[in-house]
């Protein structure tokens, strides 16, 4: 539960007046400190602004007006030194009373649960601010100051407001009922809500009724293919514990699996933890290590805590390969009592490894989420560590050896003042390079790791292409917010796993154009809260073709398609180049992947088996005797193999790359 943090003497606060209980009557501001002495006002919020933590309502609110006097940047904090810190919420509207819009908001963004907001003024305009109760009535002290320079550039992209009738708690964009269309997903306590899309747009409404869920998404959501049928499984992270809804062989309903340990869960993933084909999933652990959940195969789940992190403060967890060795590296944006973050590298044996102090990650830089993607295209994945309540954003651009250098100063990051909880990283204008979103803006990427700052965007929410323009919209609560597009190209990929698992999460994919290479990682759950598409979108700017597309699977398996239709989505399914069906894993288990100068061999084989490796022509290029479960494969050139183990039983057969 909640509580407000209250200091020692409430001798400190500002001498001050109540603001105005409506809107009618806001108490018109300047720069400086201001004091609530209660928030008692008859006129509730008419909308929320602020970006949604956890559950409550509000019921009464205190007004206030501020007119600027000139173009500038404008912030609003409830946590000015020397001043007990209480749990409030704040919103920023423009318009008059009774019609009312949304301009900027915060829940959270200052230190101990206060607020913080930064907004963009225009000389002569008035934005009226409200701070309501939802989880105090109490006191406190706020401060409206200016910032100096210029108001951030507006308008560099543009967004059009559809209202869906969306039910439920929305959490996630993606594709549902297995027709390649993203879908919108809302959730409540016994039914999930999807408005799939329709082909040439629009969508159907259909609810599907569940059992009672132990615990709902409060925190977050995450999606994937857990059971290998082909239909999208949801994991709800609540304050409680985990429950997952287990979608039917058909996706027209879901069986309720919770279990019974407590989990204080904030980010929920689904990867392949143990590189084995099937699909797990993540929690993370506000106040305890981080938890997993392992997948034998069958779609059963053993609950399992420890390897990623032994302490509290667990909120932001995203799975990505940050040092191109073909497996998927864990890192955790932490928070509160322990806000040291976590670079989980995965050691290619199904354990992983926490490098982050010697790689300039281990401060106490206080972070829910992180954005990780290349930002230069260089091949390699840079990562911005977004800020909830330490006043400054850290973008580490990789040095292209899985090192990294903080690249802050003079990216624009630097001068982006905006906190939040949510961050993540689309190509949202199509230019081919990756933008930010969060903090309330989307820092647009300018192409050489400086970026512009577009704070009219909406906030922040599920990404996905709802109108199959090729153009990432973003949705918040029932609202669609449809991405206005302009004339760069584009190119969609929905990855089917066949010896990996079916969503493809886990694979890198490598698009080549004209304008060089970028690279995407499929994940399941990124940011702090919500599920986005699990489609791999990439802009291609003004480039009229793309070379070619590679898929490298989490089984080291490499699908290339040549030439394709761009402004399309395409479908690549995982396939065995050596044209002969692969052993299932349980039978034949191959790491690291990709392999160095030895691979280790493991299942259900006799020891001393012989053994024959073939390349991608079908030809023989090793022959040997397995010793201790050990090859070596330090003779073998850069590339993907077919390996066959001789038993009585018959021939085993699995794929593998070679680094």
């Known amino acids: 539960m909640r509580t407000a943090l ?9 001498i001050g007046v109540n603001a105005q209980n409506t809107c009618g009557t806001a108490l018109p501001i300047g720069a400086g400190q201001h004091t609530v002495l209660a928030i008692d006002g008859t006129e509730n919020t008419p909308a929320n602004c602020a970006e949604v933590i956890g559950t409550g309502v509000s019921s009464a609110a205190e007004w206030y007006s501020y007119t600027a006097t000139a173009d500038t940047n404008v912030y609003v904090r409830t946590d000015p030194a020397g001043f007990p810190q209480v749990d409030t919420r704040i919103q920023v509207y423009t318009g008059a009373c009774g019609a009312l819009v949304c301009y900027a908001g915060d829940d959270d963004g200052g230190a101990g649960l206060t607020s913080y907001v930064v907004f963009a003024v225009e000389a002569g305009t008035t934005y009226t601010i409200a701070f309501d109760n939802r989880w105090t009535s109490n006191g406190f002290t706020f401060e409206l100051g200016l910032m100096a320079g210029p108001p951030p550039t507006l308008e560099l992209i543009s967004f059009t407001p559809f209202a869906t009738g969306l039910s439920g708690t929305s959490r996630a964009v993606v594709d549902m009922n297995r027709d390649g269309l993203d879908d919108l997903v809302g959730v409540g306590t016994d039914y999930v809500n999807i408005l799939q899309q329709l082909e040439g747009g629009g969508f159907q409404s259909v609810t599907i009724p569940t059992t ?9 959501l995450a999606a994937g293919d857990i059971d290998g049928n082909g239909y999208n499984d949801l994991l709800y992270g609540g304050g409680q514990g985990a429950t997952f809804m287990m979608a039917n062989n058909d996706g027209t309903g879901f069986t309720e699996v919770s279990f019974p340990q407590y989990i204080f869960s904030q980010r929920t993933n689904m990867v392949d933890i143990n590189n084995d084909g099937h699909l797990d999933a993540f929690v993370c652990h506000d106040v305890d290590a981080n938890v997993s959940f392992m997948n034998d195969g069958m779609g059963n789940l053993t609950f399992g805590q420890g390897g990623f992190g032994l302490t509290c403060g667990n909120y932001g967890s995203v799975f990505i390969d940050y040092d191109n060795d073909g497996d998927i590296d864990c890192f955790v944006a932490k928070c509160g009592c322990d806000p040291v973050d976590l670079l989980m590298r995965n050691n290619g044996d ?9 790689l300039g990650f281990a401060d106490n830089h206080q972070s829910w989420s992180s954005a990780w993607g290349d930002y230069n295209n260089d091949g390699w994945m840079d990562v911005l560590v977004g800020a909830s309540s330490s006043g400054y954003h850290k973008l580490m651009m990789n040095n292209g050896d899985g090192t990294f250098t903080n690249a802050t100063a003079g990216s624009g990051v630097d001068l982006h003042t905006g906190q939040s909880i949510e961050w993540t990283t689309h190509d949202f204008d199509n230019n081919g390079y990756l933008d930010i979103f969060g903090g309330g803006a989307m820092l647009m990427n300018n192409g050489d790791m400086t970026f512009s700052k577009d704070n009219t965007v909406p906030q922040n929410g599920s990404v996905g292409d709802l109108d199959d323009d090729g153009f990432l919209d973003v949705v918040n609560g029932s609202t669609v917010h449809f991405n206005d597009g302009n004339d760069n190209n584009w190119l969609k990929i929905n990855t089917v796993g066949t010896v990996s698992n079916t969503n493809g999460i886990g694979a890198r994919v490598v698009l080549v154009s004209a304008m060089g290479t970028q690279i995407r990682d499929v994940k399941s759950g990124d940011g702090f809260r919500y599920m986005s598409s699990l489609a791999t979108h990439f802009g291609i700017g003004t480039d009229t073709a793309v070379e070619q597309v590679e898929v490298h699977w989490p089984s080291g398996n490499i699908d290339i398609v040549e030439n394709p239709t761009i402004n399309s989505t395409i ?5 065995v180049t050596t044209s002969v069906a692969e052993t299932k894993r349980t039978e034949l288990m191959l790491y690291p992947v990709p392999a160095n100068d030895v691979l280790i061999v493991s299942g259900t084989h006799a020891p001393n088996s012989p053994i024959r490796v073939l390349d991608t022509m079908g030809r023989v290029v090793l022959m040997d005797v397995l010793s201790n479960n050990n090859l070596d494969v330090s003779a073998l050139s850069s590339g993907m193999y077919m390996l066959e183990v001789g038993t009585t039983e018959g021939t085993l057969k699995r794929s593998f790359v070679k680094q």
């Open 212 to 220: 009672p869920a132990d615990n709902s998404p409060s925190w977050s």
């Open 6 to 14: 209250l200091g020692a003497s409430s001798l400190l606060f500002a």
């Open 571 to 575: 479908e690549i399914v995982e396939t």
């Open 350 to 358: 199904g354990t992983f490894t926490d490098v982050a102090p010697l």
